[in-house]
């Protein structure tokens, strides 16, 4: 823990069609589904990466959850109490697109 995932952000979507705080290019299908199954503790996902990133997940209920720049340039999303079910991750480029690593754990990251 963390479980890591080598991915590369960017695409031809831009995030803020989704509205609220999703920023960035990213693409059609996630770059990284996960299947959780919740004891009811912590879930994060984060990415690092040398460039300007953001993040695009759709919960388990259906909700797009964005963040961009918690971490420097690199994004942070952290469940408290996580909900089982699927996350479909997209890895979004603010800027030029950049590899980088998913970084995902059930303690806070």
Sequence with gaps: DPARVSVASGGSNDASDLGG???GDI???P???VNFDSAGGTLSFSVVSG???SLVINGPDGRNYCDDD???LNPVLTWGTAPSG???VWVG???DPASGTL???ESPL
């Design 86 to 88: 699927q996350y479909d």
């Design 27 to 29: 693409s059609g299908s």
């Design 103 to 105: 970084l995902i754990s």
């Design 51 to 53: 460039g300007d990133t």
């Design 70 to 72: 918690s971490n420097g």
């Design 21 to 23: 705080s999703c920023v």
């Design 93 to 95: 480029a603010v800027g």
């Design 31 to 33: 770059d990284v589904v």
